[in-house]
Nanobody, 122 residues
Framework: QVQLVESGGALVQAGGSLRLSCAAS????????MGWYRQAPGKQRELVAA???????NYADSVKGRFTISRDNAKTTVYLQMNSLKPEATAVYSC????????????????WGQGTQVTVSS
């Protein structure tokens, strides 16, 4: 099994910054893409940013230029640096990872973390 644990969520004022972390552990042979999603109350979950094992990134239009996704050298931890935060960024942020658990099968499974609350006050 694979576990993803997020941290870094907090209450912050508009214009402030936060850095979220998501660490993966468990039966991991290789992690392909990792990403951050968010879900605000009453809204559908949406992609915020994603990063491949090669370092290619993509972002939601609403966060381009303000948020940066990155991974550590071991490629088991993903970060989301959020700058110039706006109240509409208030949501539960969850990370996911596309994991190859064993070299023998090469099958890819998607795992999710429990989420971390980000609240931006105006």
């Amino acid at each position: 099994q694979v576990q993803l644990v997020e941290s870094g969520g907090a209450l912050v004022q508009a214009g402030g910054s936060l850095r979220l972390s998501c660490a993966a552990s468990g039966s991991i042979f290789r992690i392909n893409a990792m990403g951050w999603y968010r879900q605000a109350p009453g809204k559908q979950r949406e992609l915020v940013a994603a990063i491949t094992s090669a370092g290619s990134t993509n972002y939601a239009d609403s966060v381009k230029g303000r948020f940066t996704i990155s991974r550590d050298n071991a490629k088991t931890t993903v970060y989301l640096q959020m700058n110039s935060l706006k109240p509409e960024a208030t949501a539960v942020y969850s990370c996911n990872a596309d994991v190859v658990t064993t070299q023998a099968t090469g099958l890819v499974y998607r795992f999710w973390g429990q989420g971390t609350q980000v609240t931006v006050s105006s």
